[in-house]
């Protein structure tokens, strides 16, 4: 048994009720360096200091006294020689048959080594801790650097684009208005015709510099719509197709290609990416031709693959890794024209709808750019189909409907006059504002149908005076449409989801204007270039017709057609309408559509007709 004690890998020990030993096992007796007598009869005095004396007595007491057994307790020993160490200890109470207490057996194991590790970890994590705060601070401080960058940009970027663009709306506004002149003389046009391609050009230019900036600002949100493929590829490709004929070439889509119709997915960039690489195959290929081919592969996801390939001038090894920089035109094409944005921000558009390009080139022998698109096919029955019907110039509003009154909220003078000169030439009743406040004024005065809003204003803006007009009696029932030179789509919804019915953007096409109208209003137009024979056959004016009016009706209608004053002509043939409506139609009709000598051929007919 005693050699069983002896091996034990703990210290072992019996005490008597007075705290002299009886026994110590062989790891206690090798660590006090005495022997089995040098043990028996002593107390812990002999071994420990005085305070670890103190603390082991108080703790025998409580097991041969009352009973009680300690487990697991840790001690802070400190031995005769100096050395300190670390117990964990059980003590518990030996009973003789009548149950009394005769002797205290303990049982420790020393956890020096255990507790030293513990310690340094303790310190280690508390050192870690420290580092992670100083580090997370440091990460915070970037994070706050970063985000005050980023907000800064986006302060910048939306006062770039509101100063740029709206200047722009009115170069490009009044270049196409003035460009419809039919007096003008041919000098005239071409220099007017270079105004509007310079602006144009610009626009490009300002729109590629801001789309870059709004990606690295990540401020760019791709749309997911359903889309008809086919008719992006057929448009962009008619579209190129002019430019490529300009020069000689070849553009063609392989027709071994296979993709689907309808896919879901950002139409407006993957159009704009088909633009750019298309664009720049037929601009820096000079003899032979430019092919589009797309294909789709299947693994855990479905892609669709493009390859744009010409015969162009190539692009070496060393300008490959190049041309997707900003800014960046290679050597060998130096001499086109261009911002060097194209390919940064169809690799940008790309690498967010989660795809991959590349590019295959040798100088001299033509280029290959693959596109690698994540794709969600989609069915024809998905497919929102919204056509516009180009008819050509609109000249005036179809007759027989409502007089919508329209208010203009605009701070830029120069715009103020294009967008009025727009709604007064097909003849709305037009008023100005400066500003909200006077905006909300006028809406109380005057009542408008539609409102254009300006959303950067001084006094009031925009999304402000709408509130406050949505609040005034009416203020529900009137359309507000916002007018606004953002580059950002945030703001279009943010504007939307204030309470705004509908959103332009400047610089604004004149269509998209008056198709505006149409959505808000349902307002009809009739375009140039419609003939008194295309008219309906209840248009067809006759002298007999006009013989129903009285004279000084008639008299006063021609006063009217020959003083040109539309306000005054729309007078008067209201007054029509009393004798015979299915006339006031008809000239209604041909005055909306400017007809006016047909209508004074027959009141000097009618006339002689009398006078006969």
């Known amino acids: 048994m005693l050699t069983i004690l002896d091996s034990v890998d703990a210290y072992i020990y019996l005490k008597d009720t007075q705290g002299r030993y009886l026994f110590a096992n062989r790891p206690v007796r090798d660590m006090w360096h005495v022997d089995m007598d040098g043990v028996i009869g002593f107390g812990d005095?002999?071994?420990?200091?005085?305070?670890?004396?103190?603390?082991?007595?108080?703790?025998?007491?409580r097991v041969l006294d009352a009973g009680e057994i300690l487990r697991s307790e840790e001690t802070n020993v400190v031995v005769t020689t100096g050395k300190r160490s670390v117990y964990q200890?059980?003590?518990?109470?030996?009973?003789?048959?009548?149950?009394?207490?005769?002797?205290?057996?303990?049982?420790?194991?020393?956890?020096?080594?255990?507790?030293?590790?513990?310690?340094?970890?303790?310190?280690?994590?508390?050192h870690l801790e420290e580092l992670v705060d100083q580090r997370t601070g440091e990460l915070v401080l970037a994070r706050d650097a970063a985000e005050a960058a980023n907000r800064a940009k986006s302060v910048f970027l939306a006062s770039m684009s509101h100063e740029l663009r709206t200047?722009?709306?009115a170069i490009l506004g009044f270049s196409n208005m003035l460009r419809k002149d039919q007096m003008l003389l041919p000098e005239q046009r071409e220099n007017l015709d270079i105004i509007n391609r310079s602006g144009e050009h610009l626009m490009a230019l300002i729109n590629d510099v801001l789309e870059v900036a709004k990606i690295e600002a990540g401020r760019v949100q791709l749309e997911c719509v359903t889309f008809d493929l086919g008719n992006v590829v057929r448009d962009v490709s008619d579209m190129m197709q002019v430019r490529a004929q300009e020069k000689g070439l070849r553009l063609i889509v392989d027709q071994s290609s296979e993709f689907p119709r309808y896919i879901q997915g950002d139409e407006a960039r993957l159009r704009q990416v088909l633009i750019n690489l298309l664009g720049n195959a037929v601009k820096f290929t000079q003899q032979g031709g430019v092919t589009l081919r797309l294909a789709t592969r299947e693994n855990t996801n479905q892609h669709l693959l493009i390859e744009v390939e010409d015969t162009g001038i190539g692009i070496s090894p060393e300008d490959q890794q190049k041309i997707f920089e900003p800014f960046v035109q290679v050597a060998n094409s130096a001499s086109h024209a261009?911002?060097?944005?194209?390919?940064?921000?169809?690799?940008q558009f790309v690498q967010?709808?989660?795809?991959?390009?590349?590019?295959?080139?040798?100088p001299g022998s033509g280029s290959i750019f693959r596109l690698d698109l994540l794709m969600d096919a989609a069915t024809e029955a998905e497919v929102v189909k919204a056509t516009a019907i180009e008819k050509g110039h609109i000249v005036g509003l179809a007759p027989n409907q409502p007089e919508y009154r329209i208010l203009i909220v605009e701070d830029q003078p120069e715009n103020q006059l294009l967008l009025a000169k727009l709604m007064a030439d097909i003849g709305f009743p037009v008023k100005l504002a400066g500003n909200g406040k006077e905006a909300v004024n006028l809406f109380?005065?005057?009542?408008?149908?539609?409102?254009?809003?300006?959303?950067?204003?001084?006094?009031?803006?925009?999304?402000?005076a709408m509130k406050c007009i949505r609040e005034l009696p009416g203020g529900k029932d009137v359309k507000i449409v916002a007018v606004t030179a953002s580059a950002f789509k945030e703001q279009r919804d943010e504007m939307l989801g204030a309470g705004m019915d509908d959103f332009v953007r400047k610089p604004y096409r004149f269509n998209e204007i008056y198709e505006c109208l149409t959505r808000q209003l349902g307002v009809q137009y009739v375009y140039a270039g419609v003939s008194e024979a295309e008219l309906e056959p209840e248009?067809?004016?006759?002298?007999?017709?006009?013989?129903?009016?009285?004279?000084?009706?008639?008299?006063?209608?021609?006063?009217?057609?020959?003083?040109?004053?539309?306000?005054?002509?729309?007078?008067?043939?209201?007054?029509?309408?009393?004798?015979?409506?299915?006339?006031?139609?008809?000239?209604?009709k041909l005055v909306a559509n400017y007809n006016y000598p047909s209508i004074l051929t027959a009141l000097k007919m009618t006339t002689q007709e009398r006078r006969s």
């Open 352 to 362: 967010l709808m989660g795809g991959s390009i590349a590019v295959e080139s040798t």
């Open 338 to 347: 261009g911002t060097g944005l194209g390919l940064t921000i169809t690799k």
């Open 89 to 126: 200890s059980t003590k518990l109470p030996l009973h003789r048959e009548d149950g009394s207490i005769y002797a205290l057996c303990g049982i420790s194991v020393d956890i020096t080594e255990r507790k030293v590790a513990e310690e340094e970890l303790r310190q280690y994590k508390d």
């Open 444 to 464: 109380q005065s005057w009542q408008p149908h539609l409102i254009w809003m300006d959303r950067r204003m001084p006094i009031m803006d925009g999304i402000e």
């Open 167 to 169: 200047s722009m709306n």
């Open 45 to 61: 005095e002999r071994f420990f200091d005085s305070t670890t004396v103190a603390n082991i007595r108080l703790n025998d007491r």
């Open 539 to 588: 248009a067809k004016l006759t002298p007999q017709m006009l013989a129903v009016l009285p004279s000084e009706l008639s008299l006063a209608l021609r006063d009217a057609l020959e003083s040109l004053e539309s306000e005054r002509i729309a007078e008067v043939i209201k007054q029509v309408a009393s004798y015979d409506e299915s006339l006031q139609k008809i000239l209604s």
